[in-house]
């Protein structure tokens, strides 16, 4: 790869502005690979210079641990051969002769081979790291249907024996664990094709001892429609698991006297696909695991019990700095495919709608008062609270729409208010709050010119006052549309917009809301879906401050920063319990083109500062649907003391 002149390995250029790459790291990460070598069928020589030169290419591309197919070093379709002293025996001799020749390698390899004890034959799978054998994981479940008669040869595994084997005396058997001296995070444990197709597969055990990374080595023949329900196994386990899942598959080489094999590599994380090999092809399946990620979700997840000690064997090895390849979505909250983000938008929808819809029939309530600004916020509530109507068959006319025009609100913004209620057919009132502020500023002394916490958060509490007041008026309830990334950085006035009686955005993040609000627009159609375009268009705002020449001048995104980024911060923080460190690196990966570190940090620093400082806000909150993952709910999600510091987090990111 080529650097422009005066660039730095580490930098890149873009539109004129200096990006620096991210940084050769760790923070949890581990690249794994699955490899297919092209093999002879019983020429173990032959295999293993493929496997050493799979294993060579490992280490250039910083992969940690890899894993190679079931019987890789003989070939899966030896079948009677298997009997022969002279094939097995030579199966341990290359075995040897890769560990020598792997001394200087800091990667932990999984690679499969018949392994005789006594009068029994085991599948098993030599675990190896810097040319020592560290143990023997063998086979649970011998197949012996269809097409397959491995219990013509093997036995099922031991939980535990040692055996002497290549010259030492190691472990063999079904429950051991490899732990990583270097790395705590990484754990791994192995299991052998079949052994994933049962109802209790070893993995499920070896997990609960503590595997963070799981590895098959696999012979799995081809069959139209196998390839898509063995990746659901493997994604399934790895989701059921909170785990890492490697899976090698066997591919060119294999006998094809009854079968085929088409190499079908797969590495998925906690239900996630991150690599798949092509059908028929060789080499290496490459991805970048999260193992902190892993531990963190099984902290988080207390129904996640260890199921006690196992067979822990310790390595040391070096744990490669690799420059992260795995993409991370700049939008966590939202779906990449355009059918999962209609189909997530419409669920949500459905959800906030049904969460209202219980409240007031709970209630007996026919009524509700929501303050509309024409802004996003308040907009998607309107829909979610027409929703919740219609689902009721309620008559939209009880739903009191109000718009408050103030010192900061422009002809824009309240005409979309009007006309929304219009075209939704609710009840329309327009109450401007200029002059009972203007009194209000007179009885506490504050001189209006001053354009200050208390200008702008006396408008709000205005506000939230005539909304409760109507509310009792009218008997109904008042509707909260603050969202959660406003929750998370506190920009909310308390006891103002703060409060409600039932908040139906606090549990979505402003980056879906948009989306959120578009997905309606294009359900609607017609004049409201050009009216809802055009709210989308709209500058956030809380509108508290005068408009400049009739156009809006506080924007809050230039003020607390980037939506996009504090709702990277946010998700990754709640949702996985994140550093700082990581997260800042990850950030660069996901926003490299469109902030720099600098930026990122500046608003990073923001971002902590003010969730830390408006946690008292949250610890109040009105009742609303969980929605996602990730809330901010006392009652739920998120239990926090309003008075936590938060110099350690600041530190870290100073220290960036």
């Not at 190896?128 to 595994?157: D, Q, V």
């Not at 025009?405 to 422009?410: A, L, M, Q, R």
């Not at 809380?542 to 980024?565: H, R």
Request: hydrophobic share 40%; proline share 5%; charged share 20%.
């Amino acid at each position: 790869m080529g650097y422009a002149a005066g660039l730095k390995p580490n930098e890149r250029e873009g539109e004129g502005i200096l990006y620096k790459m991210p940084p050769k790291m760790n923070d949890g990460f581990f690249r794994v690979a699955a490899a297919t070598p092209a093999i002879r069928v019983a020429d173990c020589q032959s295999n293993k210079y493929a496997i050493l030169d799979l294993m060579r290419q490992c280490v250039k591309r910083g992969v940690g641990a890899v894993a190679f197919p079931e019987l890789c070093l003989t070939g899966y379709t030896c079948g009677d051969l298997f009997r022969d002293r002279t094939l097995i025996s030579a199966a341990e001799t290359a075995l040897s002769e890769i560990l020598e020749q792997s001394r200087d390698m800091d990667l932990l390899a999984v690679i499969g081979l018949p392994v005789p004890y006594g009068a029994d034959l085991y599948n098993a799978a030599a675990v190896i790291c810097r040319g020592k054998l560290l143990g023997l994981a063998a086979k649970s479940s011998i197949p012996n249907y269809s097409e397959f008669y491995e219990a013509r040869h093997f036995t099922p595994a031991p939980e535990y024996q040692e055996i002497r084997f290549c010259g030492e005396t190691v472990p063999l058997g079904n429950s051991l664990i490899f732990r990583c001296n270097n790395m705590p995070e990484l754990v791994a444990g192995v299991e052998i094709c079949e052994d994933l197709w049962i109802p209790d597969p070893p993995s499920s055990r070896l997990a609960q001892y503590g595997a963070t990374l799981l590895l098959n080595p696999s012979a799995s023949d081809e069959v139209i429609g196998k390839a898509q329900y063995r990746r659901s196994l493997v994604m399934g386990q790895s989701a059921r698991l909170l785990a890492a899942y490697v899976y090698a598959d066997a591919g060119e080489g294999e006998s094809s006297t009854d079968f085929v094999f088409a190499g079908h590599d797969i590495i998925s994380e906690n239900g996630t696909l991150l690599a798949e090999a092509a059908p028929f092809t060789t080499g290496l399946t490459v991805a970048d695991v999260d193992l902190q990620r892993m531990v963190q979700e099984r902290l988080r997840t207390t129904s996640w019990k260890n199921a006690g000690q196992a067979h822990e064997i310790r390595f040391t090895m070096e744990i490669p700095s690799i420059r992260i390849e795995r993409k991370f979505p700049p939008l966590p909250f939202v779906p990449a495919d355009a059918k999962d983000l209609s189909e997530r938008c419409e669920m949500i929808l459905n959800m906030q709608a049904n969460g209202l819809k219980t409240r007031l029939k709970h209630t007996g309530l026919k009524y509700a008062v929501i303050g509309v600004s024409g802004g996003l916020d308040s907009t998607l509530a309107l829909i979610v609270t027409v929703r919740a109507f219609d689902l009721l068959h309620l008559d939209r006319k009880g739903i009191v729409a109000v718009t408050m025009p103030g010192f900061g609100t422009t002809g824009r913004t309240k005409s979309n208010a009007q006309r929304l209620s219009e075209l939704f057919g609710v009840t329309l009132k327009e109450i401007p709050i200029g002059a009972s502020v203007t009194q209000h500023f007179k009885d506490i002394g504050h001189d209006p010119e001053i354009h200050d916490v208390t200008y702008e958060n006396s408008q709000a509490r205005e506000r939230t006052q005539i909304l409760m007041d109507l509310s009792n008026q009218y008997g109904g309830l008042v509707i909260g549309t603050g969202d959660l990334s406003e929750l998370a950085l506190g920009w909310a006035t308390f006891n103002g917009d703060h409060m409600s009686m039932y908040g139906v955005n606090g549990s979505i993040p402003k980056t879906l809301v948009r989306h959120l609000v578009h997905h309606a627009a294009v359900k609607t159609g017609g004049e409201l879906c050009d009216l809802l375009k055009d709210v989308l268009d709209t500058p956030v705002s809380p509108e508290l401050l005068p408009p400049v020449d009739g156009m809006i001048a506080q924007k809050t995104e230039n003020i607390v920063g980037p939506y996009e980024l504090h709702d990277f911060f946010l998700y990754y923080m709640l949702r996985f319990g994140f550093t700082p460190t990581k997260i800042f690196h990850m950030a660069q990966s996901a926003f490299a083109g469109t902030y720099d570190d600098a930026t990122i940090k500046k608003w990073m620093t923001i971002f902590y500062r003010r969730f830390f400082a408006q946690q008292f806000k949250r610890s109040c909150l009105p009742d609303g649907p969980k929605v996602g993952s990730v809330t901010l709910s006392p009652r739920g999600d998120w239990r926090m003391p309003s008075d936590a510091s938060a110099r350690l987090w600041l530190s870290e990111i100073e220290a960036l």
